[in-house]
Nanobody, 124 residues
C-alpha cells in the first residue's frame, strides 16, 4: 500500500504563485509514476501533470504548460507542483495520485492511490 498526502493549498490572487507538495509513504518501491489532478467546482477531475518515479518522463496538460511544473525529490519521497501565473480558472481541489503501472498518464483510472486533496482558490 502507498499513502499520499498533499499540502500547500490556499487562497491567492491572480498572477501569484503557489507550490503544492505530495509526500508518499509505505510501499514507495511499487510506484511507477505520480501525478496531480484537479477538480474545479461542479466539474470532473482533470489531469494536470505526471512524473515517472524512477525514470525521467514528465508530462503536463496543455492548459498548464508553461505555467505549472511538476518535479520530484526521491530522497524525500515527495512530488511538487509549482504553479505560477495563477488564474481564476485554476481554482480547484488538487489531488495527488500514485500509479503502480501506467497505460495513459492522463487517465484517472490509471492511478491506484489518491490523497484527500488540497484546495486552491485564485481570486481576481
Amino acid at each position: 500500500q502507498v499513502q499520499v498526502v498533499e499540502s500547500g493549498g490556499g487562497l491567492v490572487q491572480a498572477g501569484d504563485s503557489l507550490r503544492l507538495s505530495c509526500a508518499a509513504a509505505g510501499s514507495t518501491f511499487s510506484i511507477y509514476a505520480m501525478a496531480w489532478f484537479r477538480q474545479p467546482p461542479g466539474k470532473e477531475r482533470e489531469f494536470v501533470a505526471a512524473i515517472d518515479w524512477s525514470l525521467g518522463g514528465i508530462y503536463h496538460a496543455g492548459s498548464v504548460k508553461g505555467r505549472f511544473t511538476i518535479s520530484k525529490d526521491l530522497n524525500k519521497n515527495t512530488v511538487y507542483l509549482q504553479m505560477n501565473s495563477l488564474k481564476r480558472e485554476d481554482t480547484a481541489v488538487y489531488y495527488c495520485a500514485a500509479a503502480r503501472r501506467v497505460m495513459a498518464y492522463d487517465l484517472v483510472s490509471t492511478y491506484d492511490y489518491w490523497g484527500q486533496g488540497t484546495q486552491v482558490t485564485v481570486s481576481s
